[in-house]
């Protein structure tokens, strides 16, 4: 007699609307979630929308590598921002956006100007240089802000074949000492730099901080002024990663060029969904706008808060997220201890500190109290 056995195996299925139970995890939190800082807006969390906008993104497949339902109607949100033009390329990190934008505009001889002050120019690691085989031409600036006469110092040797040709003005808004361009400032940029033949890049990192500020939609101080291509940033308006390049003027580009350097620059995300929902859950309706607001308001209420202390000196206008200031160095060693922020420039005694969407009224006043504290001692 021959006994034949059967094996069964069963597949347990997630429902579309998500488990019955929590989902289980093996991973251990190894952080204090009340500790809290001033360093960067990068420290801060992702926001609990945009998690919720990566569980309802999850599950089941999607093509991969952006040809998925999510990046597909990224597109529309955001037209809806910059007009029926733009075209949307999510990646990963600001370094990979601005590389990318910065290769679609150049020529293999080409340089772009930029403040001095630049991310692109003092933080990026020489990417945009090395990776993107172009010359940065930089300019000082006393407040992060190129104008066209600042632009003309570097604008010349277009047709000398020994120097790097100026073909993009880069601009950020807003700019790494804090302060905003009006969209007048950025539109007499366009004008002049495109009278040169040259385009412009907006590196907007905190673009969102800076429409908060002027209290004008994204799109014043950017397509509608002239600007033709724009790194778009939502790591630091609260997204868990990601950002994106945004092509404003199509004739700025040749056609083929992005999908082809976005691969090359290795800023293809393979589940881009995951990028592009999260963009969605910003800009669909206003979550950017509180966010950056919120953020603002947090650094206008630190700076007004310190403004009084004994040895503190405010050295930019607080006009988005960002407060600068010059105190002892001994009195930020001391802070230091309490709370983190980065020395902007320690010989001189420069600091930066940062507010992000989730720093609390409760945050600031900590801060501004344990400032109060050392800088008595």
Avoid at 37 to 61: K, Q, R
Avoid at 130 to 158: C, H, N, S, Y
Avoid at 253 to 265: E, G, H, I, N, Q
Wanted: a negative charge; aromatic letters at 6%.
């Amino acid at each position: 007699m021959t006994t034949t056995t059967t094996t069964v195996t069963t597949t347990t299925t997630t429902s579309v609307t998500g488990p019955a139970t929590p989902p289980r995890t093996d991973a251990r939190r190894h952080h204090d979630p009340s500790v809290r800082g001033f360093a960067s807006d990068n420290y801060a969390g992702a926001h609990p929308e945009v998690l919720a906008a990566l569980a309802l993104a999850n599950g089941g497949h999607q093509v991969a590598y952006g040809e998925d339902d999510y990046t597909a109607h990224l597109q529309q949100v955001v037209r809806g921002h910059f007009g029926p033009s733009a075209e949307a390329f999510p990646v990963f990190n600001g370094t990979g956006a601005n590389v990318v934008c910065l290769q679609a505009l150049t020529d293999r001889w080409g340089a772009v100007i930029a403040a001095e002050s630049a991310h692109i120019n003092v933080d990026e690691g020489a990417a945009p240089e090395r990776m993107g085989g172009l010359k940065l031409l930089t300019v000082a600036t006393p407040d992060g802000k190129l104008t066209p006469e600042l632009i003309d110092r570097q604008a010349w040797g277009f047709d000398d074949e020994h120097r790097a040709m100026p073909q993009v003005v880069s601009i950020t808004q807003n700019t790494e000492l804090g302060t905003v361009y009006t969209p007048d400032e950025i539109r007499a940029i366009c004008d002049h730099a495109h009278q040169h033949g040259m385009k412009v890049h907006l590196d907007g990192a905190r673009i969102a901080n800076a429409a908060a500020s002027l209290d004008v939609p994204m799109r014043a101080f950017t397509n509608a002024v002239g600007v033709d291509m724009l790194s778009y940033g939502g790591t630091k308006n609260g997204m868990l990663f990601g950002e994106a390049v945004i092509v404003l003027d199509p004739d700025a580009v040749r056609p083929t060029a992005m999908k082809r350097l976005r691969k090359s620059s290795m800023q293809l995300a393979s589940k881009m969904r995951f990028v592009s929902v999260q963009l969605e859950a910003l800009l669909a309706k206003d979550l950017w706008l509180r966010n950056a607001r919120h953020a603002n308001a947090m650094a206008q209420r630190l700076a007004a808060g310190v403004r009084g202390v004994d040895g503190v000196e405010i050295l930019h206008e607080v006009q988005a997220n960002a407060v600068f200031a010059r105190l002892p160095h001994e009195v930020s060693e001391r802070l230091l201890k309490r709370f983190r922020f980065y020395f902007w420039d320690e010989a001189a005694g420069d600091v930066r500190w940062m507010c992000a969407y989730d720093t609390t009224e409760q945050d600031v006043d900590a801060f501004i109290q344990a400032l109060k504290e050392e800088a008595g001692r």
